[in-house]
């Protein structure tokens, strides 16, 4: 597998990237196996990767926490999750989290015009009154988590999200609290590929 | 030219659209014209024309104040005038105006990238100083304009705007803070076509 | 009626006034024919008049912007529509507009001490609960637009608010959204006939 | 001295008065006296007297307060004084020392446009360079005590503001958050007498 | 009891209290009897004597008014009180007022640990329900005394609070909106020993 | 190892804790073995390890991100990243990490003073000017952390911290503004122990 090389594209206005991104040669094996691994199913290696790459047990970590939180099962969907990232990332102006994670959100919901509905003004969106609980919950999280109390989890039952799903709602938006802030103080750059990503019909 | 028939798309999911588009028959000549003129150069009619339809004269002021600061010979391009629209807009969370304007902006830079990455974040964005001037000076106007001062016109002037340079960018956001309420009370609906405009190659 | 001159008194102290009024003679017949009968009927030319002549266009547009919510029939006394402009615009800090509109406000209501209720705080004037209602919708618009919700729809409809009367409401919120920055960043001076008038029994 | 009646005058709309004033006959004799005191000066008497005899000891300390800032020699004028009040007063939205102070800073500046300048945008008043550096500093003790710091007594320093008025500006600010919030709290209303006083030429 | 020396403790890290401790020899003697019998009560003489002392009139009026609302009888116990001090102060980010009146607190309320909760997050606190609602009013006259309402009477009602009982929350409340404001300018310093009183089992 | 029993001590008052601590006999053998391990170097188990005991996968990858920040060699002392997390900490309200890690800063810096003052007003510590500049940061990592410029890496430069370090610093406001939410949504309590530790001289 290591044989395999990485296809780093240069980023042609590299501006914004506070941190330069490693040499790949230098990255440990494990590190470089998941660069690999992701750009086989991608097509590309999104930058979250390369930047974080300078820390290598930052980036085990993150990943970790992030697979956690967004690949197991549960019971929200898998686009339900990516509309807590792409609203939550919008509150805190991460360019690189409401870019990227917009596409996955194009892709899980099939829907191309949701991530954008959700980045703006999520209360406008296509979504469902459960979604709009959900996202409500998960801005309070977001930008004051000092003030949950019982009456949000009163009203997030309502909607039937039980105790464990509450915690998967409030653990993504602190997750992407921690994660936006990466992305603006290295300020990571979204890769090109992300705009156009889950917008075409057949895609 | 009132023969021609207005081919008004209906709205998938008006749940947002909080007043009615009125019937197009019921409309003043004038107004049906520049909605036949808009359906004719952009291959449909963007919701504004149709919400604000509802209040003869009020569509009629505003349109004329917009093509006063937007269609007018300008020290700032056209593009720079969108720039303007999309980063103040978002900062008022405006569904309709980020991505309607958004879409004008993509297409006005030949950027596909440009727009996303201002209404995110413009301090994070792909553009010149000069622009960042520009766009924190906008941001004032959008969000503390009591607290102009002198100062930011000094700043300005570093940047090579003239004093009608500064009244355009400082009328387009003001002009905006009055386009984003109205979309927002209103539920203004951003129509399907403009999330793709001016983000494939050969548009 | 063009003979009749304009009798424009010289600003004693225009220091905060940062765009000069320009010379009457350029003026474009229109906009100097409605300077001359604005001054006929209050005995002054407002500096509003005087500092967007600058900008024939926009002049035009702004004051048949405002002459649609201002001076139309509706189902808000003319008072109540100051009302919303003096309380929205205190919370723009538009020394022009509170001061000038106050005015407008004592006069229309034949109240004396109305427009600085209002303009301190309108949560503590001596309003109706239906006025209350108007104004704490024309607050939300002003500062946060984005949270409307079909719950203020209900809230105003219970004091008797018509749709139509919601859009009277928000649409001059938002016109003045517009007005409160355009004075803000032109320092524009309230003239000093403003502070007393209605102020006296007999007025 | 108090066999002299106190004319109270009813108030018309006491709705937002919350505690009511208390009997007279039931006052100790030190506060009626200094209740006739200021009637025999003003004409009548302002209700934050009579607001806050209910509790006759917070009644001592409170005007015992307010003179030794208010009435002491200091290179503070008077009407600079009031304007620390009027534009701290706004900034907390208090109906009562608006109004009240307002009128005050008139009759002490001996100008009749100032007070309602300062109330709406100090940042926009006829004052001076030195009096804006006040204000700035008073409003920083207003809303953001907690960051004054070496470089604020700098600015004022500048200015020929020593230590002991930095005291006197700070103290003021200080002492008006206190009372800022006494008059929110109780409805505090301000007599009708103030709106007018300092507004008329030989007045 | 003049004869009585005082203590007082040189600051070790003076850095942050800006106005300096008058000379002890320099001071009125009420103001030196009430350093004295402060010292004799406590074992030292809390900063906030020493710094306010430097204005003796201001001295007088602030411990009057503190002594009229934290000393007498009152249907608030004085750990209440306290609570509203340390929840509030630390809204207002008042070092000296958080530790000072913290450690009060912990005496007076015999319990060790309540003091840092309240200072952090006075939502997560334990305490009942009625001191809960008591702390809400205080954190809203502390922070938006302007939109303190009859809803906020009937809350407190049904916690069995009565008019004065509120009167005496929110007068708290406003006294050290004061009282924060002073200590923050000044940069009053926390006496060290404040830390760790009754943090102890047996103290 | 595993045949030492874990003490956990009864909540007394578990109140504000939402989610409850999972049975430990049901705790996967690694986190078991990492509890055990933390009761033995500090004689209980903070209730963070018990929170996210219910979910094993995040509970390894939160200490995993943890232990890469605090533990590892740096340019910033031991104490110097406990103060960052103070700040941030009560910048978010968030009682656990507050009072927990105030115990640790404690410690580390061997000065039973910094973490109260640090928690209440970081700007009125006793700390050197470059751990101000680094606090400075932080907080604005934690706040606006979009707001982040060169000028902000500047700044940090002057004081001698390396790319590095500055990652350093804002990776721990990240991590902890992650951790601030997790503890403000499950309602984690601070244990008991934490309040007095590093408070007495021979501790």
Redesign the interface.
């Known amino acids: 597998m290591l044989s395999r090389a990485l296809r780093i594209r240069p980023m042609t206005?590299p501006?914004?990237q506070?941190?330069p991104v490693p040499a790949i040669a230098d990255l440990p094996d494990d590190i470089r196996t998941r660069l690999l691994a992701v750009q086989e199913k991608s097509g590309f290696v999104p930058n979250v990767f390369l930047t974080l790459a300078?820390?290598p047990?930052?980036f085990?970590?993150?990943f970790?926490?992030h697979d956690?939180?967004m690949d197991?099962e549960s019971a929200l969907s898998k686009a339900e999750r990516e509309m807590i990232v792409v609203a939550t990332s919008?509150a805190?102006?991460?360019?690189y989290c409401?870019?990227a994670h917009?596409a996955i959100l194009r892709i899980r919901a099939k829907n191309?015009?949701i991530a954008?509905?959700i980045?703006?003004?999520y209360?406008?969106?296509?979504i469902t009154p459960r979604q709009r609980a959900m996202l409500d919950f998960a801005m309070k999280?977001?930008t004051e988590?000092?003030?949950?109390?019982?009456t949000d989890?009163s009203a997030l039952a309502e909607h039937g999200f039980s105790?464990d799903d509450?915690?998967d709602i409030?653990?993504i938006?602190?997750?992407f609290?921690?994660?936006?802030?990466?992305a603006?103080?290295?300020?990571m750059r979204p890769n090109?590929e992300f705009?156009?990503m889950g917008?075409?019909p057949k895609q």
Chains 1, 2, 3, 4, 5, 6 share one sequence.
């Open positions: 206005q501006t914004t506070r941190f300078r820390r047990d930052e085990r970590a993150f970790a926490y956690a939180l197991k919008s805190n102006q991460c360019q409401v870019i917009g191309p015009l954008d509905q980045a703006v003004n209360r406008k969106a296509d999280v977001c988590a000092h003030r949950v109390s019982e989890f105790d509450i915690w409030a653990a938006a602190a997750f609290a921690l994660s936006n802030r990466l603006n103080f290295t300020g090109d705009y156009l917008r075409l």
